[in-house]
């Protein structure tokens, strides 16, 4: 009864400060920028956060809350539509989407899969909110329960999502899982600092490589490529009438699915040190999972949507509670979100331990200015979807340039360096090969996303719970198997057991079918070879930085066991068998342009970048590309470029970033952006 | 922006700085940065608190900088800071749009010779040093078994764990305290900021922590109301002899030394001390410095000197700046410039026994 008395009027505080004109307007202005910002893959939170900082001293702070909130809150929201129209995960939160969201596209509906996309987002943000004013209260002792080897369940149970997602050939998906985890070691060790697979003098391996390029290359770069090869447009079919109708009613019609999956991220986002990652991944495994018919799954059904954007939204509303209880952020824009918070008026809000003794009031305004932004937000999406998905019928060869242009930018932002894109390239000409070959890409992304936390948590559960059974065997198994670990383990068995039968007829990209023997042992072997040399490189760390080895050691001794078993199963089998998967095979009646080809135009603006700079090498680019490839007027190819690069430059500028400077850069100097 | 603009600009701005002597200010020779960007560049990412640091300050030097130029905060982490550090090495001066901002983390790496460093303190221009301070902190039931003035003999048998960010960082302090105080702490590494070693410790995994003093105030004070959490020593600050006396900010804690007084086996000289001390000095005191790069003319230094000391005059300096930098001392001008010697600045023997217990009970090379 204590609770509900201080809670009560603490709300009622809270609508009294949103609900004044001016904190409207503040918000609608926050969605409008965070909107235009999330539309654009890989640009999150982080940039518009920074763009607004230097506005935020001394504002008054409901005033910069519902500023910072509106555009937080929406970034979830409008990255859908470079997810379900480009097949680009637009941010961490998006990926999942991508699974049935784009061949929905493909197949003509995107408005129906935006629609269906942005109802649940609706929902999930209300009911993340409408959770989070009860459960916020009682939060604190709750987070606390998860300790290490908790999170640690967690992680794992989210890396058993592989089994759905590991197509049709499990141990290929167990492989391709197993390849990003190991991609996901590369750099400096959590525990001691060893290096792994990389060196000194390439710094840039030093810190690991970023999930936006990862992202981007395993899932934008080989659909853009797979796209211009064909030549048409990303949909075959006209546009169904009244589309966006249709997706609403396909929420409705799963409601209890979409209230399930956001519950789901409340919870996972409520969780410190995990963040929004894995979120969709555990999202889309659970609707799976509970769906009757599956066979749709991964070539366009509605609920392969609804799931991960139930939960995406709910986990922004989760995500406060470490953010504004302990005063850890759960993300980089929370990070963002509680410094500028500081700077708020006279500083009196503390984000922090403190927070709901002191400011429950605020507390409650933040919660309901997220709701409120995600309403906002979804009423202009959904309005706006309906055109926007008619994008998809432009012919494609004049989408990629720009689209290529708008990816390395974004990944250029991940650490500004020229490196930045040679990594997407390498990583894209991976998930190439890997969709060629039928190698299940979420599954490398899961294990990619997955590869730290489950590292570090191993380590420190290990380390702690050593430190435990020196005190008593009691107090260790204690630590150790504490009853939310076990839920976790029963949940992660029956996920794992159900998923692998289920795992045959789910193909998460769609069938394949079998070509040749060559080209896709050609491909094993040359996973297999990686993977030994990852082995041989982390077995070599020394003995006093062992908490570096062992991880990477033990997963990369299992994929080299499943690399042994493929070798095995492809000597065995005919040539028809689906272990010899190869969409090249397939799509060879629709590709009229050879991979090679397509692939050297973006080589050359990536080889040109380091020559001359971003601009000058994109500038060229769009010009021979439009007037070459896609066959355009000089006239026309002209006008393209200069919008291109203008568009490019503006964004830049209003972000304040620059662009990839090259060779001559460091013989001339040239005024921004051609720096 | 950035631009490695002409060497001979540069020269010539310090010819004629030379030419009409040395502070300008008054005499109307302040640069002016009117309706300029001024690129102040974090070597962390937008999260640490660095970034918590030049944003308070951003906006105040904004104002105080004469044609009130728009000041940018870029962050550009990388390899432990030394990515950003060896960025502004090679930045010559152009116009005072560019000011770096380094901090602790950045400071360890140059005196233990990380490979990684190709930045050189001496060829920067400081103009601003901010100090902070540490306290350690235990659980309740393990501050009940402290003797007399925070006498640590009896935890002697303890297990501690204590999450760590690693030995080469700022942990490197309270990971040498804690060896000097005799206690059996094992380190777990890898975890990403000291806030989520405290939350190691609320979830009853660690049971030994330290926060730096601002995270201290805002993060543990209410752990120490609801008794979950006992403030044991904090660090403490340096005096104007350049003795280690009681923090200010925490007048009611024992100071590191006083506790190491008190302590069987633990000694307030040697070589063992020295090391802590000398590390400490670079860590603490000075923990965050803003600088002009090489070349810096004299009235560009001046003008940045005298904005700084502008900000820490405004009247509601105090107010602002307690929540979210402690009562520290801000310094500028000379004061700033002995800060930074002395932060940047061990003696060989310290660093050479830091190096040796580095490599003996980490196994940290660095080569």
Same mark, same amino acid.
């Given at each position: 009864? *204590?609770?509900?008395?201080?809670?009560?009027?603490?709300?009622?505080?809270?609508?009294?400060?949103?609900?004044?004109?001016?904190?409207?307007?503040?918000?609608?202005?926050?969605?409008?920028?965070?909107?235009?910002?999330?539309?654009?893959?890989?640009?999150?939170?982080?940039?518009?956060?920074?763009?607004?900082?230097?506005?935020?001293?001394?504002?008054?702070?409901?005033?910069?809350?519902?500023?910072?909130?509106?555009?937080?809150?929406?970034?979830?929201?409008?990255?859908?539509?470079?997810?379900?129209?480009?097949?680009?995960?637009?941010?961490?939160?998006?990926?999942?989407?991508?699974?049935?969201?784009?061949?929905?596209?493909?197949?003509?509906?995107?408005?129906?899969?935006?629609?269906?996309?942005?109802?649940?987002?609706?929902?999930?943000?209300?009911?993340?909110?409408?959770?989070?004013? /009860?459960?916020?209260?009682?939060?604190?002792?709750?987070?606390?329960?998860?300790?290490?080897?908790?999170?640690?369940?967690?992680?794992?149970?989210?890396?058993?999502?592989?089994?759905?997602?590991?197509?049709?050939?499990?141990?290929?998906?167990?492989?391709?899982?197993?390849?990003?985890?190991?991609?996901?070691?590369?750099?400096?060790?959590?525990?001691?600092?060893?290096?792994?697979?990389?060196?000194?003098?390439?710094?840039?391996?030093?810190?690991?490589?970023?999930?936006?390029?990862?992202?981007?290359?395993?899932?934008?770069?080989?659909?853009?490529?797979?796209?211009?090869?064909?030549?048409?447009?990303?949909?075959?079919?006209?546009?169904?009438?009244?589309?966006?109708?249709?997706?609403?009613?396909?929420?409705?019609?799963?409601?209890?699915?979409?209230?399930?999956?956001?519950?789901?991220?409340?919870?996972?986002? =409520?969780?410190?040190?995990?963040?929004?990652? /894995?979120?969709?991944?555990?999202?889309?495994?659970?609707?799976?999972?509970?769906?009757?018919?599956?066979?749709?799954?991964?070539?366009?059904?509605?609920?392969?949507?609804?799931?991960?954007?139930?939960?995406?939204?709910?986990?922004?509303?989760?995500?406060?509670?470490?953010?504004?209880?302990?005063?850890?952020?759960?993300?980089?824009?929370?990070?963002?979100?509680?410094?500028?918070?500081?700077?708020?008026?006279?500083?009196?809000?503390?984000?922090?331990?403190?927070?709901?003794?002191?400011?429950? *009031?605020?507390?409650?305004?933040?919660?309901?200015?997220?709701?409120?932004?995600?309403? =906002?937000?979804?009423?202009?999406?959904?309005?706006?979807?309906?055109?926007?998905?008619?994008?998809?019928?432009?012919?494609?060869?004049?989408?990629?340039?720009?689209?290529?242009?708008?990816?390395?930018?974004?990944?250029?932002?991940?650490?500004?360096?020229?490196? *930045?894109?040679?990594?997407?390239?390498?990583?894209?000409?991976?998930?190439?090969?890997?969709?060629?070959?039928?190698?299940?890409?979420?599954?490398?992304?899961?294990?990619?996303?997955?590869?730290?936390?489950?590292?570090?948590?191993?380590?420190?559960?290990?380390?702690?719970?050593?430190?435990?059974?020196?005190?008593?065997?009691?107090?260790?198994?204690?630590?150790?198997?504490?009853?939310?670990?076990?839920?976790?383990?029963?949940?992660?068995?029956?996920?794992?057991?159900?998923?692998?039968?289920?795992?045959?007829?789910?193909?998460?990209?769609?069938?394949?079918?079998?070509?040749?023997?060559?080209?896709?042992?050609?491909?094993?072997?040359?996973?297999?070879?990686?993977?030994?040399?990852?082995?041989?490189?982390?077995?070599?760390?020394?003995?006093?930085?062992?908490?570096?080895?062992?991880?990477?050691?033990? /997963?990369?001794?299992?994929?080299?066991?499943?690399?042994?078993?493929?070798?095995?199963?492809?000597?065995?089998?005919?040539?028809?068998?689906?272990?010899?998967?190869?969409?090249?095979?397939?799509?060879?009646?629709?590709?009229?342009?050879?991979?090679?080809?397509?692939?050297?135009?973006?080589?050359?603006?990536?080889?040109?970048?380091?020559?001359?700079?971003?601009?000058?090498?994109?500038?060229?680019?769009?010009?021979?590309?439009?007037?070459?490839?896609?066959?355009?007027?000089?006239?026309?190819?002209?006008?393209?470029?200069?919008?291109?690069?203008?568009?490019?430059?503006?964004?830049?500028?209003?972000?304040?970033?620059?662009?990839?400077?090259?060779?001559?850069?460091?013989?001339?100097?040239?005024?921004?952006?051609?720096? | 922006?950035?631009?490695?603009?002409?060497?001979?600009?540069?020269?010539?701005?310090?010819?004629?700085?030379?030419?009409?002597?040395?502070?300008?200010?008054?005499?109307?020779?302040?640069?002016?940065?009117?309706?300029?960007?001024?690129?102040?560049?974090?070597?962390?990412?937008?999260?640490?608190?660095?970034?918590?640091?030049?944003?308070?300050?951003?906006?105040?030097?904004?104002?105080?900088?004469?044609?009130?130029?728009?000041?940018?905060?870029?962050?550009?982490?990388?390899?432990?800071?030394?990515?950003?550090?060896?960025?502004?090495?090679?930045?010559?001066?152009?116009?005072?749009? @560019?000011?770096?901002?380094?901090?602790?983390?950045?400071?360890?790496?140059? !005196?233990?010779?990380?490979?990684?460093?190709?930045?050189?303190?001496?060829?920067?221009?400081?103009?601003?040093?901010?100090?902070?301070?540490?306290?350690?902190?235990?659980?309740?039931? !393990?501050?009940?078994?402290?003797?007399?003035?925070?006498?640590?003999?009896?935890?002697?048998?303890?297990?501690?764990?204590?999450?760590?960010?690693?030995?080469?960082?700022?942990?490197?302090?309270?990971?040498?305290?804690?060896?000097?105080?005799?206690?059996?702490?094992?380190?777990?590494?890898?975890?990403?900021?000291?806030?989520?070693?405290?939350?190691?410790?609320?979830?009853?995994?660690?049971?030994?922590?330290?926060?730096?003093?601002?995270?201290?105030?805002?993060?543990?004070?209410?752990?120490?109301?609801?008794?979950?959490?006992?403030?044991?020593?904090?660090?403490?600050? !340096?005096?104007?002899?350049?003795?280690?006396?009681?923090?200010? @900010?925490?007048?009611?804690?024992?100071?590191?030394?006083?506790?190491?007084?008190?302590?069987?086996?633990?000694?307030?000289?040697?070589?063992?001390?020295?090391?802590?001390?000398?590390?400490?000095?670079?860590?603490?005191?000075?923990?965050?410095?803003?600088?002009?790069?090489?070349?810096?003319?004299?009235?560009?230094?001046?003008?940045?000197?005298?904005?700084?000391?502008?900000?820490?005059?405004?009247?509601?300096?105090?107010?602002?700046?307690?929540?979210?930098?402690?009562?520290?001392?801000?310094?500028?001008?000379?004061?700033?410039?002995?800060?930074?010697?002395?932060?940047?600045?061990?003696?060989?023997?310290?660093?050479?026994?830091?190096?040796?217990? !580095?490599?003996?009970?980490?196994?940290?090379?660095?080569?």
């Amino acid at each position: 009864m *204590d609770v509900i008395a201080m809670a009560l009027p603490a709300l009622n505080d809270a609508f009294a400060m949103i609900l004044q004109p001016h904190v409207v307007g503040y918000l609608v202005l926050g969605v409008v920028m965070g909107l235009c910002i999330g539309v654009f893959p890989g640009l999150g939170g982080i940039a518009g956060l920074s763009l607004l900082l230097p506005f935020m001293f001394g504002m008054e702070p409901v005033s910069g809350l519902a500023l910072m909130i509106g555009m937080v809150a929406v970034v979830p929201t409008s990255d859908t539509f470079a997810s379900v129209l480009m097949g680009i995960p637009g941010s961490s939160a998006s990926q999942a989407t991508v699974l049935d969201g784009f061949p929905m596209a493909k197949k003509g509906q995107a408005a129906r899969a935006l629609s269906a996309a942005f109802a649940s987002s609706l929902f999930g943000g209300l009911f993340g909110a409408a959770f989070l004013t /009860v459960f916020i209260l009682a939060a604190r002792p709750i987070v606390l329960l998860f300790q290490t080897p908790e999170l640690l369940m967690i992680t794992i149970f989210g890396l058993s999502m592989v089994g759905i997602l590991a197509g049709r050939v499990a141990i290929k998906g167990i492989v391709a899982a197993c390849v990003g985890i190991l991609v996901g070691t590369i750099g400096e060790g959590a525990s001691s600092g060893a290096l792994r697979m990389s060196t000194y003098n390439l710094p840039y391996l030093v810190d690991g490589l970023k999930l936006v390029i990862v992202g981007l290359g395993v899932f934008a770069i080989p659909e853009i490529i797979a796209l211009l090869r064909q030549d048409k447009a990303i949909s075959d079919r006209a546009n169904l009438g009244g589309g966006w109708l249709v997706g609403v009613k396909d929420w409705w019609a799963n409601r209890w699915l979409s209230m399930r999956c956001s519950l789901i991220g409340v919870i996972v986002g =409520v969780i410190p040190g995990l963040g929004g990652s /894995v979120v969709d991944w555990i999202a889309y495994g659970h609707t799976v999972q509970t769906a009757k018919d599956k066979t749709q799954f991964g070539s366009g059904d509605v609920r392969g949507v609804i799931g991960p954007e139930s939960s995406n939204n709910a986990k922004e509303g989760g995500g406060l509670v470490p953010t504004l209880l302990f005063g850890i952020p759960g993300s980089g824009s929370m990070a963002i979100f509680i410094s500028a918070v500081a700077l708020l008026g006279t500083g009196s809000i503390e984000v922090g331990p403190s927070m709901l003794k002191n400011n429950l *009031d605020f507390t409650y305004a933040i919660v309901w200015l997220l709701a409120s932004a995600n309403v =906002v937000g979804t009423l202009i999406c959904i309005a706006a979807s309906g055109g926007i998905a008619r994008l998809t019928n432009i012919r494609f060869a004049l989408l990629a340039p720009f689209l290529f242009m708008i990816i390395a930018f974004a990944a250029f932002q991940s650490r500004q360096e020229i490196w *930045d894109l040679v990594a997407l390239f390498g990583i894209g000409l991976l998930g190439i090969f890997m969709r060629r070959f039928d190698w299940s890409r979420p599954a490398f992304l899961i294990g990619f996303v997955l590869s730290a936390p489950a590292e570090r948590y191993t380590n420190q559960a290990y380390q702690i719970g050593a430190s435990r059974f020196r005190r008593g065997f009691e107090e260790g198994l204690e630590y150790v198997f504490s009853p939310i670990v076990i839920i976790l383990i029963v949940i992660t068995l029956i996920s794992v057991v159900v998923g692998l039968r289920q795992a045959k007829t789910i193909q998460a990209e769609g069938d394949v079918a079998s070509g040749s023997k060559r080209a896709p042992l050609v491909f094993l072997l040359i996973l297999s070879a990686y993977v030994g040399l990852t082995y041989w490189n982390a077995a070599i760390i020394p003995d006093f930085a062992r908490m570096d080895r062992v991880f990477p050691v033990f /997963v990369a001794t299992i994929a080299l066991i499943g690399c042994a078993l493929l070798l095995v199963q492809m000597m065995r089998s005919p040539e028809t068998s689906a272990i010899f998967a190869d969409r090249e095979a397939q799509e060879a009646s629709s590709n009229t342009h050879a991979l090679w080809p397509t692939l050297a135009w973006f080589a050359a603006l990536l080889i040109a970048s380091a020559l001359v700079g971003f601009i000058f090498a994109l500038a060229v680019f769009l010009l021979l590309f439009i007037r070459i490839r896609a066959g355009k007027s000089w006239a026309y190819a002209a006008t393209y470029a200069a919008g291109g690069i203008t568009f490019i430059c503006a964004m830049a500028w209003t972000l304040n970033r620059d662009f990839p400077p090259g060779l001559l850069q460091n013989y001339v100097d040239l005024p921004w952006p051609l720096t | 922006m950035i631009s490695k603009t002409k060497r001979l600009m540069a020269s010539v701005a310090v010819l004629s700085a030379a030419m009409t002597g040395a502070p300008a200010l008054a005499d109307g020779h302040a640069i002016d940065l009117e309706g300029k960007t001024v690129e102040w560049i974090i070597p962390f990412s937008e999260t640490g608190g660095s970034a918590k640091w030049a944003n308070f300050y951003a906006p105040l030097l904004s104002e105080a900088l004469p044609g009130n130029p728009t000041v940018v905060v870029t962050f550009m982490p990388g390899a432990g800071s030394t990515k950003g550090a060896n960025f502004f090495q090679d930045v010559e001066y152009d116009d005072g749009t @560019t000011i770096f901002g380094s901090s602790g983390s950045t400071q360890f790496p140059y !005196l233990l010779s990380d490979p990684r460093v190709r930045y050189e303190y001496g060829d920067w221009n400081v103009v601003l040093a901010s100090g902070t301070g540490g306290v350690a902190y235990l659980p309740a039931d !393990l501050a009940g078994q402290l003797g007399e003035g925070g006498d640590a003999t009896a935890l002697a048998g303890e297990d501690f764990i204590y999450g760590s960010q690693g030995a080469t960082r700022l942990d490197l302090v309270p990971l040498l305290a804690w060896e000097m105080l005799g206690l059996q702490v094992e380190p777990v590494f890898g975890i990403e900021g000291r806030g989520d070693g405290r939350l190691m410790f609320e979830r009853g995994e660690a049971n030994i922590d330290y926060q730096t003093s601002s995270s201290y105030l805002s993060g543990v004070t209410p752990l120490v109301e609801a008794g979950t959490a006992v403030p044991w020593f904090a660090f403490g600050a !340096l005096d104007d002899a350049g003795n280690i006396v009681r923090d200010p @900010t925490f007048p009611d804690m024992p100071s590191f030394k006083e506790v190491c007084d008190v302590t069987d086996g633990c000694e307030t000289s040697g070589k063992q001390w020295d090391a802590w001390k000398a590390f400490f000095v670079a860590g603490f005191p000075a923990q965050k410095m803003v600088f002009l790069p090489a070349g810096a003319p004299d009235a560009a230094i001046a003008t940045y000197t005298q904005a700084f000391e502008d900000v820490k005059a405004r009247a509601d300096f105090a107010e602002i700046s307690t929540a979210r930098l402690g009562v520290y001392p801000q310094l500028t001008g000379a004061a700033a410039q002995t800060a930074l010697d002395s932060a940047t600045v061990v003696p060989e023997a310290s660093k050479a026994y830091v190096t040796g217990w !580095l490599k003996d009970r980490y196994g940290v090379v660095l080569e």
